[in-house]
């Protein structure tokens, strides 16, 4: 039975989970949660699994009627939700009834917020996920954003009795600011001394044209040594191409699976992770870690995934 | 010319999650094997902590979980295993499909372009096509795109200068020596040469792609009416999709 119905769809909302993993190799992306971090914490402020299908909202939010008593949670970008045009609050446990409307006000601070609802979103899945790949034209629901009149249905799980908050130490907070470590290569080689500088020196700007498939960036120029294209290797989230005109391109989930431009450098896993927060004008600047010190804050970070349920606390 | 491969393979860390293994800079054969058999040696020694392999023209890309191992513990296990292939008889674990393509006409826009680039007939371009067994080199650009190699040169023909906004689902290309086929609709600037009525992709299905990175791929060429009886029976699921030698 499906537990809600789409009033509004927002500006692009789409179901996604971690992701596809282990087709890159047949040209399938990754896809997934643009924000993990913030994605699998709405899922355990439901006591869901780490990897259930939530909604991921893009700067605009949906508006949805509840079809069915539930308990929800929003995460990610602050989205200001509203239940029946009260105040919700974002990071906790929410309770909603059959009949509430559930809508939200633009994201500020960040760019992509998450629903989670209790048992997680029903919709087929294709090559492990329940993900939406939009451009691939399959996953989440008939392979598209959500659409006005769209129903969405959860699995059955028992009501909570326990309410769920993060604590407010681990609540991210995000600004038009990024800063995205980065280990150096493998195409590094391909840039002058000049070039490797420029890009560290430098802020660079998210342009418009910015969506689950990448970032491109803009700022000074990045100086090739001679070529700008390279025999087309693979791709991953967090690499950093560039083209010929020295404008670097932030690859994300939905992205390629291989590309002929030559990538300077990789952003770490945690930092792309935060960049799916990042949105049309807000900044980004690259700072060079060493392998061993991206070893350690990706461990950090996953670890701190790892143990995330046990870190929450009963809400008030 | 040939194509150069490295002496030894070079090993380039991928971010905090992947590392490259680069057997040379350029496309070639020779290359394109080492990948595809260190892929398989890899797979065969089922390292802990490796997640994900991504065979390229040149590169294996290995992605891996941090937790469970690091770059320098991958460089040497993955070293060990490349010093080992034997690079004399390299293997590659494919299979062959034999792709219908009625080329030509609406389906191949660019035929007469290509055959007029190089003084030829239409018929000729068919037959220098469809005559030799391609390499699957790798498959990228979007869900199921085999990249193939390498066309005659008689017929090797540069890319659109304005990539075309839409090119149908089933549409052959030529770009320079490579060929492929846009398993979906997508934007493109290969120069479209016929089409076939096979869906090469589908995420129904297990595994979701046609063709693989190292299968063998060799082109049949077929009338407009051949294309219609076998879109049906492709509809329907009654096509045999792989002609296994």
């Known amino acids: 039975m499906a537990t809600f119905r789409v009033i509004n769809p927002g500006l692009f909302t789409t179901v996604q989970d971690l992701g596809r993993l282990g087709y890159l190799k047949y040209g399938v992306p990754i896809s997934g ?49 509203k239940i029946n045009g009260q105040n919700a609050q974002m990071w906790e446990t929410l309770d909603v009834e059959e009949g509430d409307v559930i809508s939200f006000g633009k994201i500020y601070g960040g760019c ?23 451009r691939g034209m399959f996953g989440g629901i008939n392979g598209r954003q959500l659409k006005a009149g769209d129903m969405i249905e959860a699995f059955a799980k028992p009501v909570l009795k326990t309410r ?55 700022g000074p120029v990045i100086e090739h040594k001679t070529k700008a294209d390279i025999v087309s290797d693979a791709l991953l989230p967090g690499a950093v191409q560039v083209p010929k005109n020295g404008q670097p391109i932030l690859i994300m989930r939905d992205a390629q699976t291989t590309g002929g431009y030559p990538k300077i450098a990789v952003v770490i896993s945690p930092d792309v992770s935060l960049l799916g927060q990042a949105k049309p004008n807000d900044i980004v600047e690259f700072s060079k870690i060493t392998l061993k010190q991206a070893r350690e804050k990706s461990c950090e970070y996953f670890k701190l995934l790892k143990n995330l349920r046990g870190m929450l606390v009963k809400s008030k | ?55 390229t023209y040149r590169s294996l890309l290995v992605r891996y979980n941090p937790l469970k191992t690091s770059y320098e513990q991958l460089v040497f296990c993955i070293k060990d295993i490349e010093e080992t292939l034997d690079k004399a008889t390299l293997e590659i674990d494919g299979k062959k499909i034999t792709i219908p393509v009625a080329y030509g006409g609406d389906y191949g826009p660019d035929l007469s372009y290509v055959a007029e680039c190089h003084g030829l007939s239409e018929e000729q371009v068919v037959k220098l096509h469809s005559r030799r067994e391609y390499r699957v080199y790798m498959i990228g650009f979007v869900a199921g795109f085999p ?22 689902a089933g549409s052959v290309g030529i770009a320079e020596k490579q060929t492929g086929i846009y398993p979906c609709e997508a934007p493109g600037g290969w ?55």
């Open chain 1, 33 to 81: 949660a643009m924000d993990t971090f913030s994605f699998i914490a709405a899922n355990l402020l439901v006591a869901n699994d780490p990897n259930d299908a939530c909604l991921e909202i893009t700067l605009i939010g949906p508006e949805m009627q509840v079809l069915a008593k539930t308990q929800i949670a929003i995460t990610g970008g602050v989205a200001s939700p």
């Open chain 1, 112 to 134: 992509r917020s998450y629903l989670s609802v209790r048992g997680g979103i029903n919709t087929p899945l294709l090559l492990g996920s329940r993900s939406a790949y939009v």
């Open chain 1, 164 to 218: 769920l908050s993060m604590p407010t130490e681990l609540v991210p907070k995000f600004t038009n600011q990024f800063t995205a470590h980065v280990v150096l290569g493998p195409q590094d080689d391909m840039f002058t001394e000049k070039g490797v500088q420029t890009f560290f020196s430098n802020p660079y700007k998210v342009s418009f044209e910015a969506d689950r498939m990448g970032y491109r960036l803009e």
């Open chain 2, 1 to 55: 010319m040939k194509a150069e491969v490295y002496k030894s393979a070079r090993y380039l860390p991928f971010g905090d999650n992947a590392l490259l293994v680069e057997f040379g800079d350029a496309i070639s054969l020779e290359a394109n094997s080492l990948v595809l058999a260190l892929n398989e040696a890899i797979l065969k020694a089922d390292i802990a902590g490796v997640e994900e392999l991504v065979p």
């Open chain 2, 147 to 168: 990249y193939l190699g390498e066309v005659p040169d008689e017929i090797a023909t540069p890319r659109l200068e304005t990539p075309r906004l839409k090119v149908p």
């Open chain 2, 191 to 245: 120069r479209i040469i016929g089409r076939t009525p096979i869906k090469l992709f589908n995420p129904l299905q297990q595994p979701p792609a046609l063709i693989k990175s190292g299968d063998t791929v060799k082109f049949k060429s077929i009338s407009k009416r051949e294309f219609k009886i076998i879109e049906n029976a492709v509809l329907k699921g009654e096509y045999p999709l792989l002609s296994k030698e």
